[in-house]
């Protein structure tokens, strides 16, 4: 688990933080799918990450999403296809991404955890989504 706090800028009002705990339950192999359902709980947002190098961890989210959804109802979710400094591997596209993120109602980036396009941007939409809610 990591903790990553996402500072937004509010106009006139004053500025508002959000702690965001993020567990990668997605990519764990051999993980006890009770087990993982139960991090589900009290989540009012998701990254939902695929590689798109990796057209099989695209169609898994759909999984997980039900999965969720099924534990926190309808919440706010930013879809993430990460590895786009892969150009040469890679297997999902933009539009792709875009057109499965649109089923759910939802935004789409592609990023780099390695040069680190879009991660904020990402982190900063799931935030405004969030506080949004409230």
Same mark, same amino acid.
């Not at 999902?92 to 993120?101: G, V, W």
């Given at each position: 688990?990591? @903790?990553k706090d996402v500072t937004l800028k509010r106009g006139n009002d004053s500025d508002v933080t959000v702690s965001m705990l993020i567990w990668d339950i997605m990519g764990q192999k =051999?993980?006890?799918? $009770? $087990?993982r359902e !139960?991090?589900?709980?009290g989540a009012e947002g *998701? $990254?939902?990450v695929c590689d798109?190098?990796?057209?099989?961890t695209l169609d898994e989210l759909k999984y997980w999403i039900r999965s969720m959804e099924s534990i926190t109802g309808k919440i706010p979710v930013v879809f993430v296809g990460n590895k786009c400094d892969l150009v040469d591997? #890679?297997?999902?596209?933009? #539009?792709? $991404?875009?057109?499965?993120?649109? *089923?759910? =109602?939802?935004?789409a980036f592609l990023t780099s955890a390695k040069t680190g396009e879009n991660v904020e941007g990402s982190f900063n939409t799931l935030a405004s989504l969030?506080? !949004?809610? @409230?």
């Open positions: 688990m990591t @903790k =051999g993980f006890r799918e $009770l $087990l !139960s991090y589900f709980y *998701a $990254l939902c798109i190098t990796n057209r099989d591997k #890679q297997v999902i596209t933009r #539009q792709e $991404l875009e057109r499965f993120a649109t *089923a759910y =109602g939802a935004r969030v506080v !949004s809610r @409230k």
